[in-house]
């Protein structure tokens, strides 16, 4: 469960700051490099359902835990 809310904080951190993520990955290989509008949009758009379904992970590990 720590794993999922951990991911699903890293991918909503992405999702807000999507420069960070570009820069992380690409953007240290080319000088005064800007992600493009499209990254930008994607980029947040894919964190934040990954977030998303991070936080779905870790309530049904939660719920089967108490269940079980």
Request: glycine residues 6%; proline residues 3%.
């Amino acid at each position: 469960m720590i794993f999922f809310l951990a991911v699903a904080a890293w991918c909503f951190f992405i999702a807000f700051r999507p420069q960070i993520h570009f820069f992380l990955n690409e953007g240290w290989k080319f000088r005064e490099a800007e992600p493009s509008d499209l990254y930008t949009v994607m980029t947040r758009l894919g964190a934040a359902i990954s977030g998303i379904v991070c936080l779905m992970l870790a309530l049904w590990v939660v719920l089967t835990e108490m269940a079980g």
